[in-house]
C-alpha cells in the first residue's frame, strides 16, 4: 500500500490569471453613454497599432466632452458643430459694424432690478446670442431654453461656450419634462436671470409668435423686451425653416430693441397672455422694418458720398 502511494505523482496547480482587455476593448469603455465608435472602415484601412491608439483617443475625446458638459452629456459630432459655431460668432462679431438702437431704456430697467426676457425671431439667433455678451458683459446671467435633440445640443454647446446658462426641454410639449423646464426658467428669471426666448421656435413656423414668453413674463413679473436684427450684407439659410441670418464681415448690423412690454403696468387689469402674444408680434415687426430702413439709410448716404467724390474728380 505505501509502495503504490510512494508512486503517485502530485499535479501541478496551474494559476489560471485572467487575460488583460486589449487597449482597443478597454478604451471605448470610458465612457458607454455615447453612441457609437468610430467607423469599422476605418479599423479595417489601419494596422492594430494605429487602430488601438486611435481608440484611446476617441476614448479620451469622449471624456473630454463630458467634461465641457457636466450638465447634460452631448454628442461628439454636436460638440464639433458647437466649435465651429462658436468659433463662427467670434469671427462675425469681431468684423462686423455693431448699431444698437434703443438700448438706454434697457440699462434704466436693469437698474431699477427688474428681470428681463430678451424676445426675437428663432432667425436671429446667431446675432442675438452673440450680441447679448457683447453689450451687458461676459458676467451678465442669462438663459435659453432648448430641446434635447441634435440641434438643441449644437445651440446648447454655443451658448455655453458664449457664458449663457441652458435648461434642456423635452421633445414633446406637452410632456412633464417639458413643463419642468419652463418653470425652472421661471425660477431663474425671478432669481435675477435674463431669458433669451425665441417667440416662433423650435420648429416653426416662422414669424408667428407661441404663449411660452408671454407665460413666463407673466409667471415671473419680468419686462418683454423684442429684439431684432437687419444687416446690410448677410447670408440667409433657405433651406432651414427659419431662414436663420449670417452677417457677413465688415457688414453693418442694426440690433433694435424695444418697445418694451411690462405685463405688470397695471397690476389691477394684468393682461392676457393672447395680448401679449399680440404685443409681441406686432413690436417684432415694426422693429424688424425699422431696422431694415436704418441699413437702407445706411446704403443710399454711401452712395451720396460715392456720388459726391466721383462729382469732385470729374470737376478737377
Not at 486611435?54 to 458638459?69: A, E, H, I, P, R
Not at 407661441?210 to 437687419?230: E, F
Request: aromatic residues 8%; proline residues 8%; hydrophobic residues 40%.
Amino acid at each position: 500500500m505505501g509502495g503504490l502511494l510512494g508512486h503517485v505523482q502530485p499535479k501541478p496547480v496551474s494559476l489560471q490569471f485572467p487575460r488583460p482587455s486589449p487597449p482597443w476593448v478597454v478604451a471605448p469603455r470610458i465612457n458607454q453613454t455615447f453612441s457609437k465608435l468610430p467607423p469599422t472602415w476605418l479599423l479595417k484601412t489601419c494596422p492594430l497599432r494605429t487602430s488601438t491608439v486611435w481608440y484611446s483617443l476617441w476614448g479620451q475625446f469622449k471624456c473630454s466632452t463630458n467634461y465641457l458638459c457636466p450638465e447634460k452629456r452631448i454628442g461628439v459630432w454636436s460638440f464639433l458643430a458647437g466649435e465651429f459655431l462658436t468659433l463662427a460668432n467670434k469671427v462675425v462679431m469681431r468684423w462686423i459694424r455693431f448699431i444698437p438702437v434703443g438700448d438706454a431704456e434697457i440699462f434704466k430697467v436693469k437698474e431699477q432690478g427688474r428681470p428681463v426676457i430678451f424676445v426675437g425671431w428663432h432667425g436671429h439667433n446667431f446675432i442675438n446670442l452673440g450680441v447679448y455678451p457683447r453689450m451687458f458683459g461676459q458676467d451678465s446671467r442669462a438663459v435659453i431654453m432648448v430641446r434635447n435633440n441634435h440641434g438643441g445640443h449644437i445651440l446648447a454647446h454655443f451658448a455655453r461656450r458664449r457664458k449663457i446658462s441652458v435648461v434642456f426641454l423635452g421633445k414633446d410639449p406637452k410632456s412633464l419634462r417639458w413643463a419642468k423646464g419652463v418653470a425652472k426658467v421661471i425660477d431663474l428669471v425671478k432669481n435675477g436671470y435674463d431669458a433669451l426666448v425665441a417667440v416662433d421656435g423650435p420648429e416653426g413656423p416662422a414669424y408667428q409668435v407661441r404663449p411660452g414668453a408671454a407665460l413666463i413674463a407673466k409667471r415671473s413679473g419680468a419686462v418683454l423686451v423684442p429684439m431684432v436684427a437687419a444687416s446690410n450684407r448677410k447670408i440667409n439659410l433657405v433651406k432651414r425653416w427659419d431662414k436663420q441670418m449670417i452677417p457677413l464681415p465688415g457688414a453693418r448690423t442694426v440690433v433694435h430693441f424695444g418697445p418694451i412690454i411690462d405685463p405688470l403696468e397695471q397690476p389691477s387689469l394684468p393682461p392676457a397672455i393672447e395680448e401679449l402674444r399680440g404685443k409681441i408680434a406686432e413690436a417684432l415687426l415694426t422693429g424688424m422694418h425699422q431696422a431694415e430702413e436704418l441699413c437702407q439709410d445706411y446704403k443710399s448716404n454711401n452712395d451720396t458720398k460715392k456720388d459726391k467724390q466721383t462729382r469732385r474728380v470729374i470737376d478737377a
